[in-house]
């Protein structure tokens, strides 16, 4: 019983981590355009939304490599402890 604790908190670890670069690229993203639209007085939906998804698109493709190389490590590590913990 708790193998499956100890994996599920590494799958947990994992999940954060890998969501983490998308949502700070966003957060830098959004900031940025909205500093820059309180200075410019300009106030349109897409100048913030669109900067953003871009930001969080390049983020996943930059760390995409990176989270699919832990997510198939852990794997491994799950398929071959898993006659160890089933038992």
């Not at 966003?26 to 871009?54: E, H, K, N």
Request: hydrophobic share 55%; net charge negative.
């Amino acid at each position: 019983m708790d193998g499956f604790v100890v994996m599920g908190q590494r799958a947990l670890e994992l999940a954060f981590m890998a969501s983490l670069p998308p949502i700070l690229a966003a957060l830098a993203a959004g900031l940025v355009s909205g500093v820059l639209q309180s200075i410019t007085q300009v106030q349109d939906a897409t100048l913030s939304s669109v900067p953003r998804l871009l930001a969080a698109m390049a983020a996943l493709v930059l760390s995409g490599p990176w989270a699919g190389s832990q997510l198939q490590r852990l794997l491994v590590e799950v398929l071959t402890s898993l006659p160890e913990v089933g038992s």
